[in-house]
Every structure is written in C-alpha cells, then in structure tokens.
C-alpha cells in the first residue's frame, strides 16, 4: 500500500497562471517532506523541501505548504512557466534517510 | 556539484541473463540507493547502502541484489532477469544518514528485458 500518493497523473496549466500540486500521506511518523521535479529521459532533480516544524516554505516561484493534521501537502508554482512542464514527485521520510515516493504528477504548462 | 552518474542509459537483455548496473558519485556521499520507476507507481526503493560493504533492503528487494565494495560505487544485480523487471532503474545518493538529506539522483538506465 503507498504511504505517499499523488492522485492526480496529470494537470494542465496556462503560462502565467498559478499551478498547484497535491499529495497526500498516510505515515504521522514522517517528518520531512521534499518535492522533486523530473524531465525526461533525465534524473529527479531537487525542487523544494519542508520539515514538520514549519507550514510553508517558500524559494522564488515555488513554495510548499504542510498541513499535518490532514496529511496533505501541496506544491503551488506562481507563475507558471513553460519550462516547468516536467513530472513532479512527492517524497516523505521519517527518521532515517529512506524516502517514499508518490507516483507523480504530470505538468504541462501552456504558452 | 553532486554528480551520480550510471554506466548504461539504456540496455536490452534477454529473460535469465545476469544483469549489471553500475553507480558512480563523486562526492564522498555515504549513502546510496536504486530505485526503478514505473507509469503509476512513482519511484519504489530496491536497496540502499549506508556505508562500505553495508546494505539494506528496501521495499522491493525480491530478484535483486547489491554490491557495495568501494564508497563511491554502488552495483545493482539482477541475477536472472525477468521480463517483468524492465523499468527505469535511478539510483541515487545522499551525504548522511537522517531524515532530512535531500537525495541526488543519476540519469537513469532504461532497462528492457525481452
């Protein structure tokens, strides 16, 4: 059973606008939160992490956002640009350093 | 900058061959990983390594194995393999053992088993 999912497979933005990204956890244990952000034929490549001490952190474009009761965290990209078409993994960890992985959502942010 | 590079980015082998991905990072990082990655199902952790000749299985562990004989250099193994372990196989590194170490991921071996 995934600890960490991602329930949309896609989402499609227009250029300029805000995109927001969801994903859900079911472990209370996790403590740490990170978002990844894949292009094809390419590797994940760190996009913006947060901790559960705080709700949001934010870095430029991009900020997270925790909500721990609901379990739910959501990544929100302000504005969106074409190069941010990619797919974007959620991942959660708790106290060592083995991470869960949701199944990604696909961007496709429109010119 | 991290650099985590593997040997292949794509490989065709035949059902009960012996398979070898290699994984190479160049910065002293003391943890590694491979995961393979398939459509709905995200990345999947096969095993990892938190030091020399030191190894954990993941989440997925069946059918493969792992070698870890210098620090810089993590081998994955299929000893047999079977049409249904095709996938994307990333492997990945991290500096220290916590919770809170952002993982660096290779390019990725598409592998194909026919």
């Known amino acids: 059973d995934q600890q960490v999912k991602q329930n949309s497979p896609s989402l499609s933005v227009q250029e300029g606008r805000i995109s927001i990204l969801n994903c859900d956890y079911t472990?209370?244990?996790?403590?740490?939160f990170l978002w990844y952000k894949k292009y094809p034929a390419e590797g994940p490549t760190f996009l913006i992490s947060?901790?559960?001490?705080?709700d949001k952190n934010e870095d430029g474009r991009f900020t997270v956002f925790l909500n721990k009761s609901a379990k739910h965290l959501s990544l929100h990209i302000v504005p969106s640009q074409p190069g941010d078409s990619a797919v974007y993994f959620c991942?959660?960890?708790?106290?060592?350093?083995?991470?869960?992985f949701g199944s990604g959502t696909k961007l496709n942010v429109k010119p | 900058d991290v650099k985590v590079t593997q040997s292949s980015r794509y490989l065709v082998k035949r059902t009960g061959e012996k398979v070898f991905l290699e994984c190479v990072q160049d910065?002293?990082?003391?943890?590694m990983f491979w995961y393979r990655q398939d459509p709905g199902l995200g990345l999947r952790l096969i095993y990892f390594?938190?030091?020399?000749?030191?190894?954990e299985k993941g989440d997925i562990p069946e059918g493969y194995s792992v070698s870890r004989e210098k620090k810089e250099r993590f081998s994955l193994i299929l000893e047999s393999a079977s049409t249904n372990q095709t996938s994307m196989y990333l492997c990945?590194?991290?500096?220290?053992?916590?919770?809170?170490?952002?993982?660096?991921f290779g390019p990725g071996t598409r592998l194909t088993v026919l």
């Open positions: 947060i901790s559960s001490i705080k």
């Open positions: 990945a590194s991290s500096l220290v053992a916590g919770g809170s170490d952002t993982q660096y």
């Open positions: 991942a959660a960890s708790g106290r060592i350093n083995k991470f869960y």
């Open positions: 910065m002293d990082h003391e943890n």
């Open positions: 472990n209370s244990m996790f403590d740490y």
């Open positions: 390594s938190y030091d020399v000749k030191m190894k």
